[in-house]
Structure formats: C-alpha cells, structure tokens
C-alpha cells in the first residue's frame, strides 16, 4: 500500500514539476530569446548567437528550480487536498508524510543541482560571456552589435551615439572625446563608415563634419567634408577582473583564505587592481584627499582598511549561494502543508502563494545581500535567514498537518 501511494504521489508531484520547469523557464527566458532573435536578424552568426543563449540560460535555471519546487507542491498537495484523497489516507491511518518520504529525496536531489549551477555553472557562464564579448568586439562583427539612441562606451577613452543605422552606415555619429588638455571634444558627422580593424583599432570615414572645439588654442568650430580617422587600440581586449559574482566557490574559499587574519600572502597580491583602486578612492575621500596625492603609508592603510569589507563581500556571497541552493528542498517542504491548507481546485490560488514567497524570499535575500559592504553586520549569516525561516515554518505547518 504504501509503495503504491508513494509511487503515485512521487510520479505525480515529478510531471508536475517538469511542466512548471517548462512553463517557467520559458517565461524567464523571453528576454534572452528576443535578444538572440534581434542579433540573428542584425547578421551575426547563428551559431555566435546560440553559444550566447546556451552559456545565458543556466543563470534562469537558479530562479525557475526553486520556484518549480514550490509550485508543484503547491499544485499537487491542493488537488489530492481538494479531491479528499488526503483525508481518505488519514481515515485509513496512514502516515502520509511517510508516504512524501521520495518527495523529499527529489528535494534533497534538486538542491545539490542548484548548489552546482549557483558555484560553478553560472560563474563559468560569466566568464565565457566575457570572452565571447572580447572575441566579437574584435572582430568585422562589432557594426552588429552596436544599438543606435544607446552610447557606446567599448572604445578606449571615446564614447559613441547614432541615431540609425542603414547596412554599415551610422546616420548622425556623435563622438565625444576627452583631449589630454582636459577638454571634452564633440564631433558629429551626417553620416559614417565604422571600420574595426584585426589590431584593435577602428576607422571612422566620416562625411559633413563638424568639430567642436578644434583644439586648445582654436575654440572655435571647424567643419570639413570628409575626414578619415583611426583610433588606436579602441576596442581594448577586456581582461577578466575577477568579480566576485564570477568566482566559483572553490576560487571564493582561495580568496578568502588570503584575507583572512593570519595569511602568509601580502595585500598587493591578494587584492585586484580593480579593488586596490577602490580601496585607494574611498581612503582619499574619507580623508579629503585625491587618490593620486596618497603616500605609501596612506596607500597601505587604505588596503589594509579595505580588507573587511571585501572578505565580508565574498564571504557572503558564497554563503548565499549555499543558502539559495537549499531553497528548493526548503520551498518543497513548505509547499507540502500549504498546499493542503489551501484545498482548493483553482490552481492560480497555488500560484499565488508561490509568488508570494518567491518575491519576499528573494527581497529579503537581495536586501541580506546589499549588508556586504558593512562586516559588522554580519551578513554572511542574515542571508540563511530566509532559508532557515521557509524550514522552521514547514515543520510547524506540517506538525499541524499530521
């Protein structure tokens, strides 16, 4: 009797599942569907394009795994509720959380894939982004990715907007550009040819320029019929800087071993450039100061000072990956006795309710999120609090259920 049950319950709650993963991974993926469709019609290469979705898709699977495990719940536990075969198991005297018992092995199933795809997959997918985007900048295929009425800050010290685009030609080009006297110079154009070059440099064959200013000693205007410009190494090859959303967990325990108290590796090499020259910012404004004009002593203390808050960043960052990846084991759970409180045949009720926990589940992990900046916080510990909380209400819901 009791295989039979728990065969029919686990086949049930598992199709129901899939057809949620489906329905939601779509809606999720809408996005990135029409971006890629966008690319493919602007010319650029299908199978480009299709890496792009593939490496793109797994970060939904983070958000539609939990979300799944709580509708389906939900979904199931309301029908057998609403149908009287949950009463009917109780008035044979069965123990029906002992018939869920392969449920919560699904569960257990589910949050170890979402603690890989949150530590290892989606960080290797950011990656492959990176590189994908450095490949494609470099090449006779960055006139397709360009996006007119948007400025386009890819070029090295220049930064781009047109209005339209017909084939290669970029309608009324607006270029702003920072000279070495400090000066911003604007140049527009009717039109223009962008050229990327196999070296990182881009020609621009521009036609009815204006040029405003000219230079430091000529403030003035200057216009010309066509000019023909090459700027060096404009689209710089982009080098990977380590955030700490796209480390894996096995790099974010290495990172913070190094930041511990007590580690043998010095600041200068334990740190990114990207992070000593914030550390170096926030030391010199706090002290009225520019980062340039800091000392070594200064400079220093700005690293040391800045160690805290980059741990506790990192530190949290890869407990919320844990605590994320325990959320469909902890969404079943509570989706169990909720779904059969509700009773109910609707299913936009079980609907609701996920969404419902989904949206205070996930504000209140981004809100635990945003404390990393303040260590004594503790916010590597206030991101369990979700997760710990869907596990004590489950167990109290399903004590009430017994």
């Known amino acids: 009797m009791f295989s039979i049950l728990q065969r029919y319950v686990s086949r049930s709650y598992v199709a129901a ?3 949620a993963m489906l329905v939601l991974t779509f809606v999720l993926s809408i996005g990135l569907v029409v971006k890629a469709a966008q690319l493919v019609v602007k ?3 299908t199978s480009l394009v299709l890496h792009f979705f593939w490496i793109s898709f797994p970060e939904s699977l983070t958000f539609t795994i939990p979300l799944a495990s709580l509708a389906s719940a939900l979904l199931l536990f309301g029908r057998l509720s609403a149908d009287g075969e949950i009463s009917a198991m109780r008035s044979c005297g069965i123990n029906i959380w002992r018939i869920m018992a392969p449920l919560v092995v699904f ?6 894939l979402s603690i890989y795809i949150n530590g290892v997959v989606a960080p290797y997918g950011s990656r492959e ?5 450095n490949s494609t900048t470099r090449s006779k295929d960055l006139l397709k990715l360009l996006e007119p009425g948007h400025f386009i800050r890819n070029f090295n010290g220049v930064d781009l907007w047109f209005e339209s685009q017909e084939g290669d030609v970029l309608n009324n080009l607006l270029i702003l550009e920072k000279t070495k006297s400090g000066m911003t110079r604007e140049t527009r154009c009717e ?7 196999e070296n990182g440099d881009v020609v621009l064959d521009m036609r009815n320029v204006r040029i405003t200013p000219f230079s430091a000693s000529q403030p003035g205007t200057a216009t010309v019929g066509h ?10 090859k982009r080098t990977w800087r380590r955030k700490v959303a796209d480390l894996n967990n096995d790099e974010l325990r290495e990172r913070i071993a190094e930041l511990s108290p007590g580690s043998d590796v010095p600041l200068e090499e334990a740190l990114t450039d990207a992070e000593k020259s ?3 910012k926030d030391w010199a404004k706090a002290h009225g100061q520019q980062p340039e004009e800091l000392g070594e002593e200064d400079a220093a203390a700005a690293l040391t000072n800045a160690v805290p808050r980059i741990r506790s960043s990192m530190l949290t960052e890869l407990n919320r990956r844990y605590s994320f990846g325990l959320a469909p084991l902890a969404f079943l759970l509570l989706g ?5 409180r509700t009773s109910r045949r609707e299913s936009n009720i079980g609907i609701a309710i996920s969404l419902c926990v989904m949206l205070v589940y996930y504000g209140f992990m981004v809100a635990a999120k945003s404390l990393s900046d303040f260590p004594a916080l503790r916010p590597h510990i206030v991101v369990w609090v979700p997760t710990a909380f869907c596990a004590v209400l489950s167990a109290i819901l399903v004590r009430r259920n017994q």
């Not at 039109?191 to 070059?197: I, M, N, R, S, V």
């Not at 000019?227 to 710089?236: C, H, M, P, S, W």
């Not at 169990?336 to 059969?340: D, V």
């Open 43 to 45: 010319g650029l290469p």
């Open 336 to 340: 169990m006795p909720l779904g059969i």
């Open 129 to 133: 982004r990176h590189d994908l985007l």
């Open 107 to 112: 569960g257990i199933a589910l949050a170890a």
């Open 227 to 236: 000019l023909r410009v090459t700027i060096k190494d404009a689209v710089q």
């Open 17 to 19: 599942w899939f057809l």
């Open 191 to 197: 039109e223009a040819t962008l050229e990327p070059q």
């Open 278 to 280: 914030r550390a170096r």
